[in-house]
């Protein structure tokens, strides 16, 4: 069920980015945990190409944060043996792009050999991964790909939107016991060179250890006259929509559903009963993606609290372009996600 | 190294049993598929590669493996089960598929995992380098003893995982040892037609790692070159590919009839398990009243394993959503 943001302790809390925020779960993690390690590529020397491990080499050395060669299939496929062998490895892909590469290893083993085995194998792995676009990438390494994993049974995905839960959830990731996907917005991490992070992806961070339940969707903004649902990235989109919508009288429920698999089905059809309207916002593609995997929700439960049809907002099923003006196009941005609210109300004032 | 009488045995009898068992299995697996083939018919449905030919591999490895090590195999898996340790009762329920199976028949007999001896199959070709090699890793992180063994074919290594994961084992010294059994088939499709070089182990001198090939599919000869490259992964100096040349008596799986292997080919294969009976009697390692007691408690094995799978119950079909995560 959605549930508030615990306030923190006063005195033990900073203003982290994102990138901070997850790492420092991870530093805490690998303190407390010694068969935990970090492998993959330019982890221990850059730190990350998206800040994720900077100074881990310095304090944990060489034997646990290793860069690998560029053979993802090789270094996964490492990985979940050693995971199978007792060993809690984190695995760095950068751009979600890439598990193009190495996705068998991923989806024929990882992901199934609890399963196949019967318990007998743990598979404790946590990948961290980037995604999304907006800032000129292109069609292969600006992709969001939640529903490519989403779609195979035994992954566990979450995608946080601002520090705080950058931190509690990527904590939770390294504490289950199965393969999970700690997915952050290229966008949203607070790196320089992708502009200023977004002031709501900054939060204010407790010092002390947390964890952030799978499953758990989170209320950013209470409404009355619509659901926006969103993750990641988009849900700092659909709040800009919402204050927007509030200038006119219209006020919309911002649901930020923070885990992929498993997704809260009781948080979205109640906020969903409660207002009456839905909108689901997604950089994935359109089509058998988190955006029906919502509509679903509402259709299987009770389709007739629903006053009007619901609304995607997704990229649309083409590869990502290069060209600013075709991307932005694409993109469910701020005004796409306010006309499909309006789309929603018509007929109401 | 050579064998010495008791390994000489156990590598026999660990033949045999393979044998005895793929005999059966593939008695039980024409029942109810005839006189119209069909693979999802009878007890034991579903694709089924038998290891026929392909014993002394898994015998002249698994000999020097002890409890620490950790191995794992392809789509062909059952040779390598047995001569591992596997659970025979437990292995033949799963490939029935019923409840008392490895995986309560959520595996099936190309996912066949036994954590009690360190052991997993994989369906996919070359899937299990990556795996095995982790475990190697594992072993070295956590400073405990062992070493890991992936078993592949000579078709697999040509997939990208083996030369990735290659490239990772010399780079980290792993204690790790990749053996390809070189059957001369991936499926229809001659290792002339499909790999640049004779030999797959001379690619090791790509990843600066020992390579070993080894004729004649000869278990003594196996288990010699198998007892350099454990002495290898356990001293420290790094990993191998150890390419054995093997013979597939039987097709890709039950229902291949090998029709695209040439007449001559086919005349010329031999056998290595009653060839091995032979050497061991003429050179006195045993006796035939020996043998036949042995073989006689093996056929028991097996005999009660089958019985087991087949008379055990099938899981509750609702059980197929349990076990998902841990």
Request: hydrophobic share 40%.
């Amino acid at each position: 069920m959605a549930q508030p943001v615990p306030a923190a302790a006063a005195g033990s809390e900073r203003t982290l980015t994102m990138a901070r925020a997850g790492r420092e779960a991870v530093f805490s993690e690998m303190r407390k945990n010694p068969d935990m390690f970090v492998i993959g590529e330019d982890v221990a020397k850059l730190g990350g190409v998206f800040g994720t491990t900077v100074g881990m080499a310095e304090e944990f050395g060489a034997s646990r944060i290793i860069d690998t060669p560029i053979s993802e299939t090789g270094f996964i496929g490492i990985a979940t043996g050693a995971a199978m062998a007792g060993m809690r490895p984190i695995v760095e892909i950068a751009f979600v792009d890439f598990i193009g590469v190495c996705f068998n290893q991923i989806y024929n083993f990882a992901a199934k050999t609890h399963y196949m085995s019967g318990g007998q194998f743990k598979v404790p792995l946590t990948f961290m991964i980037g995604y999304g676009g907006g800032y000129n990438d292109a069609a292969q390494h600006s992709q969001t790909l939640f529903a490519t994993l989403g779609h195979v049974p035994g992954i566990k995905i979450v995608t946080p939107a601002d520090a705080y839960d950058a931190k509690g959830l990527m904590a939770s990731c390294l504490q289950d016991d199965n393969v999970t996907v700690w997915m952050v917005h290229k966008r949203l991490w607070g790196l320089g060179w992708l502009g200023f992070p977004l002031p709501k992806a900054l939060a204010t961070v407790p010092e002390h250890d947390y964890t952030i339940p799978f499953g758990q969707s989170r209320i950013w903004r209470e409404g009355g006259d619509v659901t926006i649902v969103g993750l990641g990235l988009t849900v700092h989109n659909a709040l800009q929509a919402a204050e927007q919508l509030a200038s006119e009288g219209i006020s919309a429920e911002v649901l930020d559903l923070r885990s992929v698999v498993p997704l809260d089905r009781e948080g979205i059809f109640k906020s969903v009963a409660k207002t009456g309207r839905l909108v689901v916002a997604d950089e994935d593609y359109m089509s058998f993606g988190v955006t029906s995997e919502v509509l679903a929700v509402v259709a299987e439960r009770d389709p007739t609290v629903l006053k009007a049809p619901a609304v995607r907002v997704a990229y649309p099923d083409v590869p990502v372009p290069f060209s600013r003006p075709m991307e932005d196009f694409c993109l469910p941005n701020v005004e796409r996600i306010v006309a499909a609210v309006k789309s929603t109300m018509k007929g109401k004032q | 190294m050579k064998p010495t009488r008791d390994q000489r045995l156990w590598m026999y009898e660990a033949m045999y049993r393979s044998r005895r068992l793929d005999d059966a299995v593939l008695a039980a697996y024409m029942e109810g598929k005839t006189p119209v083939f069909h693979m999802g018919k009878g007890p034991l449905p579903g694709e089924m590669h038998q290891s026929f030919g392909q014993e002394p591999c898994a015998a002249g490895v698994c000999v020097h493996l002890g409890k620490d090590d950790a191995v794992g195999a392809g789509h062909r898996p059952h040779h390598v089960a047995v001569a591992r340790g596997v659970d025979l009762k437990k292995m033949v329920a799963e490939l029935f598929g019923k409840k008392t199976g490895l995986s309560g028949g959520r595996g099936g007999h190309m996912h066949l995992y036994s954590a009690e001896v360190n052991f997993f199959s994989s369906g996919i070709i070359a899937e299990g380098m990556g795996p095995g090699a982790g475990m190697a890793l594992a072993r070295k992180m956590q400073g405990k003893p062992g070493i890991a063994v992936a078993y592949i074919g000579d078709g697999a290594a040509n997939q990208g995982a083996f030369h990735e994961v290659l490239n990772m084992v010399g780079l980290w010294k792993l204690p790790f040892i990749c053996v390809i059994e070189d059957n001369k088939y991936g499926v229809s499709v001659h290792k002339k037609d499909s790999t640049a070089i004779d030999r797959n182990s001379d690619r090791a001198a790509a990843y600066g790692i020992a390579g070993e090939f080894v004729s004649g599919n000869d278990p003594d000869l196996i288990f010699e070159a198998a007892g350099r490259a454990v002495q290898r992964a356990r001293s420290g100096q790094g990993g191998s590919i150890l390419e054995l040349e093997t013979e597939r008596l039987h097709g890709h799986f039950i229902g291949d009839s090998g029709g695209y292997r040439p007449d001559a080919e086919r005349k010329a294969m031999k056998d290595p398990i009653p060839a091995y009976r032979d050497r061991l009697l003429a050179e006195k390692v045993s006796s035939v009243a020996e043998m036949t007691s042995l073989e006689a408690k093996v056929q028991g094995q097996v005999d009660e394993a089958m019985r087991f799978g087949r008379e055990s119950e099938y899981p509750d079909a609702t059980d197929a959503l349990k076990r998902l995560y841990a």
